[in-house]
Nanobody, 123 residues
Framework: EVQLQASGGGLVQAGGSLRLSCAYS????????IGWFRQAPGKEREGLLM????????DIGDSVKGRFAISSDDAKKKVYLQMNSLKPEDTAVYYCAAGPWLLTTMSPRYDFWGQGTLVTVSS
């Protein structure tokens, strides 16, 4: 029953903004964390930010350098990624993922993944 679906991608000019949405079902943020990831063509997947009810928002990596922010709406069961000051190097497929926190790794195990949404930033 756990499902995630990312949406909101599109074409945007450098310096512009986009807000991506992750609609989820089958769990709450009291149980699972949700993270945003991206993968550019020919490159490895990289983590961006994550969120849970226990610790709020947290950076996974520092590649977006504070330009992005994660938030949630529990009533709508959605998690958002606000992307500002976009650069051409932000062009990638963006994914949301969910999973439980593991004490062994001090991070979530992302068991469930959405389909992804394409963001293209033109120069």
């Amino acid at each position: 029953e756990v499902q995630l679906q990312a949406s909101g991608g599109g074409l945007v000019q450098a310096g512009g903004s986009l807000r991506l949405s992750c609609a989820y079902s089958g769990f709450s943020l009291d149980d699972y964390a949700i993270g945003w990831f991206r993968q550019a063509p020919g490159k490895e997947r990289e983590g961006l930010l994550m969120i849970s009810s226990h610790f709020g928002s947290l950076d996974i990596g520092d590649s977006v350098k504070g330009r992005f922010a994660i938030s949630s709406d529990d009533a709508k069961k959605k998690v958002y990624l606000q992307m500002n000051s976009l650069k051409p190097e932000d062009t990638a497929v963006y994914y949301c993922a969910a999973g439980p926190w593991l004490l062994t790794t001090m991070s979530p195990r992302y068991d469930f993944w959405g389909q992804g949404t394409l963001v293209t930033v033109s120069s």
